[in-house]
């Protein structure tokens, strides 16, 4: 199934003209929980991964038997899904209570190289805002799931693109590391849903005079909103009367139709700046910190994110982006954290040369 991002709710351009100038498109990809085949882009799917080329290792010394089982990690993830909306069974809870944290590969030493675990395979043909060096057409992202390394302490992110025409017979099956320092380190496999859409540069890095137009026109809204006599909190939350509901889902579908009669509040940040999830291309947010700049290594050339790696594909303060295939299941955990994914507190960004992307990449975290 495609993915559609509802048209923006005002068209921002028009009210403030001089963003044109600060426009990029970027590639939401959308991941659905699925098995993908190798010759299709995928998180955490088969990759098109040569069968007489070594597979990527972790050499770094670190403790790497100690964590969480990834047999276990996926098995917590489908015991929960089976069990949304009712109590979990007396098996499930035993299932879920002997699944902890500890040394499950004993044989391995700190030392010991440690398969990668294969995180995304983007086909140019699929992600319209892919760039790599000149002929490549695939791109397959790694990492070693502990967050042990470097100076920052943080996971080790590896790019391998590649022209897919010469690949031959596929290796099967695919190495991956039995344990993860963490459960969220490890993506939950899905099928992507590429749709290219329009961002506009972070409110923090527009003109000082510009950011103070856009906040001034955000409090024109915001007072509108307060003026507005069609919309009654007290109405939308009736309380002077309890009301109880015979299940969860009815309980659901009302809190459904109150938040439905709110007024719509238009914010830059969440609904008209940068688009939510996991993406190729586009801005970087600096929500949590100061914008800081990320230059290339290599040449000092500035380095645009190419894959954001998201915690949700949507939340509260941007539900205005969840596509509009979604909208009956918006509540679902699989539509706002289909991936499982949180690094950071949130995101995670590698970013690439755009004079040559084989240079080193860099990662950057909100």
């Known amino acids: 199934m495609t993915r559609t991002t509802p048209p923006r709710p005002v068209d921002v351009e028009a009210v403030f003209p001089a963003l044109a100038r600060h426009r990029r498109t970027t590639t939401r990809l959308h991941?659905?929980?699925?098995?993908?085949?190798?010759?299709?882009s995928s998180v955490a799917g088969p990759l098109l991964w040569p069968a007489d080329e070594p597979w990527p290792v972790c050499t770094a010394v670190h403790a790497k038997g100690t964590g969480h089982l990834l047999s276990d990690v996926r098995l917590r993830r489908r015991v929960q899904d089976e069990a949304r909306g009712r109590d979990f069974t007396d098996e499930e809870r035993r299932l879920l209570d002997g699944m902890t944290r500890g040394t499950h590969a004993p044989e391995?030493?700190?030392?010991?190289?440690?398969?990668?675990?294969?995180?995304?395979?983007?086909?140019?043909?699929?992600?319209?805002?892919?760039?790599?060096?000149?002929?490549?057409?695939?791109?397959?992202?790694?990492?070693?799931?502990?967050?042990?390394?470097?100076?920052e302490r943080t996971i080790d992110v590896r790019l391998r693109w590649r022209r897919s025409a010469d690949v031959g017979a596929v290796l099967a099956p695919q190495p991956e590391p039995p344990v993860?320092?963490?459960?969220?380190?490890?993506?939950?496999?899905?099928?992507?849903?590429?749709?290219?859409v329009v961002e506009h540069e972070y409110l923090g890095l527009l003109a000082e005079e510009l950011q103070e137009e856009i906040d001034a026109w955000e409090e024109s809204l915001f007072d509108a909103y307060d003026e507005d006599d069609a919309y009654d909190e007290d109405d939308a939350y009736d309380s002077s009367a309890p009301v109880t509901y015979a299940t969860y889902e009815e309980y659901e579908a009302a809190m459904a139709a109150a938040r439905a009669r709110e007024p719509e509040e238009i914010d830059y940040r969440s609904d008209l700046s940068l688009a939510p999830g996991w993406k190729v291309g586009g801005f970087a947010s600096w929500h949590l910190t100061d914008p800081r700049p990320v230059d290339c290594p290599t040449c000092g050339t500035m380095m645009p994110p190419l894959l954001t790696v998201a915690a949700v594909e949507c939340d509260g303060a941007s539900r205005s982006w969840l596509p509009a295939e979604d909208r009956g299941v918006a509540d679902d955990p699989r539509v706002i954290d289909p991936v499982g994914v949180l690094l950071g507190r949130g995101l995670m960004r590698v970013h690439t040369c755009p004079a040559d992307p084989a240079h080193p990449h860099r990662i950057s975290f909100q």
């Open 180 to 196: 993860a320092g963490r459960e969220e380190c490890v993506p939950t496999a899905c099928v992507v849903h590429p749709e290219q």
């Open 31 to 40: 991941p659905r929980q699925g098995a993908a085949k190798p010759e299709e």
């Open 108 to 151: 391995l030493r700190d030392g010991d190289p440690l398969p990668m675990l294969a995180v995304a395979q983007l086909y140019a043909r699929d992600v319209p805002d892919l760039v790599g060096p000149e002929g490549h057409d695939l791109l397959q992202v790694f990492w070693c799931p502990f967050e042990v390394h470097g100076p």
